[in-house]
């Protein structure tokens, strides 16, 4: 289990960034499956654009890279007009193409998409609490 709590600054930038909330664990089995539950917090994205929010992963100390090729595994939000705050959400059933045998380490990125000057997670007076990630190994 994870939980990140600290405001992370608005942005435009159009390149994945990373959110600093990491869940690692040693797999017991090498042929096992994780189910990556994430929600909470307060994400913000601004009139005509929006926030992408893509899992990476690490495998046996490697460097972090995209869980999925492509759009796969994306949570996208968008919001034509005004400003759209939601909670983070996000559920999946990995499976590694590389098996892990030391370690595994899941951690969520996300970019601004058209230009907005948004983020992953807003913190103000009001205190809208954290991102809290929970990564359980489930055997094959």
């Known amino acids: 289990v994870g939980r990140l709590n600290s405001e992370i600054s608005d942005s435009t930038s159009a390149s994945f960034m990373a959110s600093g909330l990491i869940v690692s664990m040693t797999p017991k089995l090498s042929t096992s499956k994780f189910h990556i539950h994430m929600g909470g917090g307060r994400l913000k994205a601004r009139s005509g654009s929006g926030v992408i929010v893509k899992m990476y992963v690490s495998i046996n100390g490697g460097s972090y890279a995209a869980a999925y090729s492509g759009n796969r595994g994306d949570s996208f939000y968008y919001h034509s007009s005004g400003e759209l705050q939601v909670p983070v959400s996000f559920v999946d ?17 996300w970019k601004s998409f058209n230009g907005g000057n948004n983020t992953f997670l807003e913190s103000d007076s009001n205190s809208y609490g954290e991102v809290v990630m929970t990564v359980m190994e489930v055997s094959a």
């Open 93 to 109: 059933l990995y499976t590694p193409s590389t098996l892990p045998t030391s370690s595994i380490a899941f951690q969520p990125y």
